[in-house]
Nanobody, 121 residues
Framework: QVQVEESGGGSVQPGGSLRLACAASGNIVRVYAMAWYRQAPGKQRELVARHTNNDDTTYAPSVEGRFTLSRDKAGNTAFLQMNSLKPEDTAVYYC???????????????WGQGTQVTVSS
């Protein structure tokens, strides 16, 4: 019904940059919010950044000032620009598409499959 495709993960040295992309497609009337979460080995999944249709963007304190979340005009694609990366940013990053309204009038939430980000020298 809805597909969530992530791209842009990879390996980078400390201080480097990566840009993640998340595209939602399918039976979509509109999307309320898009977010990125991450999960490091042995740790719980945590919110990295979230953007709503009210143009409200929230960042985790650990990434504030280094990461920037943006969305395209249609609101179905999100980008996470990650600068000044640190080893502690290493994790699997998941896109979360929140309150996807369908033509049926119903809504659902969707997760992407995850993309690995590794920061290491």
């Amino acid at each position: 019904q809805v597909q969530v495709e992530e791209s842009g993960g990879g390996s980078v040295q400390p201080g480097g940059s990566l840009r993640l992309a998340c595209a939602a497609s399918g039976n979509i009337v509109r999307v309320y919010a898009m977010a990125w979460y991450r999960q490091a080995p042995g740790k719980q999944r945590e919110l990295v950044a979230r953007h709503t249709n009210n143009d409200d963007t929230t960042y985790a304190p650990s990434v504030e000032g280094r990461f920037t979340l943006s969305r395209d005009k249609a609101g179905n694609t999100a980008f996470l620009q990650m600068n000044s990366l640190k080893p502690e940013d290493t994790a699997v990053y998941y896109c979360y598409v929140e309150r996807v309204f369908h033509t049926s009038g119903k809504w659902d939430d969707y997760w992407g499959q995850g993309t690995q980000v590794t920061v290491s020298s």
